[in-house]
């Protein structure tokens, strides 16, 4: 079983940066694909940006392509998510997700293939 653990929230100003955690815990060295999703009040979870642990290759939602990057530190058992350019579209609750299986994408991640979630850290961009 695989435990996310999200930080790294906050309120920044349109054109801002922010830098998300997920901590992967209850593993010792987590393998497979760990992802990003948000969700703003009244719409749906929308996939962010995933990663395959073993390899590095990402993925990335259309919306968020050129501005967010998504990245590990094995050591740490840690993903990253690299936000710059926030527009106020992009306030959301964020969730860090996990799988110990390896998910091709030809676009955004997808909330059904990622057992495990992190209770969330909330991200505001005002204008």
């Known amino acids: 079983q695989v435990q996310p653990v999200e930080s790294g929230g906050g309120s920044v100003q349109a054109g801002g940066s922010l830098t998300l955690s997920c901590a992967a815990s209850?593993?010792?060295?987590?393998?497979?694909?760990m992802g990003w999703f948000r969700q703003a009040p009244g719409k749906e979870r929308e996939g962010v940006a995933a990663?395959?642990?073993?390899?590095?290759?990402?993925f990335y939602g259309d919306s968020v392509r050129g501005r967010f990057t998504i990245s590990q530190d094995n050591a740490q058992n840690t993903v990253y998510l690299q936000m710059n350019s926030l527009k106020p579209e992009d306030t959301a609750m964020y969730y860090c997700?996990?799988?110990?299986?390896?998910?091709?994408?030809?676009?955004?991640?997808?909330?059904?293939?990622?057992?495990?979630w992190g209770q969330g850290t909330q991200v505001t961009v005002s204008s």
């Open positions: 990663i395959w642990t073993e390899t590095g290759a990402t």
């Open positions: 209850g593993h010792t060295s987590f393998t497979g694909t």
């Open positions: 997700a996990a799988t110990l299986r390896r998910v091709y994408y030809f676009g955004p991640p997808q909330a059904v293939d990622f057992p495990y």
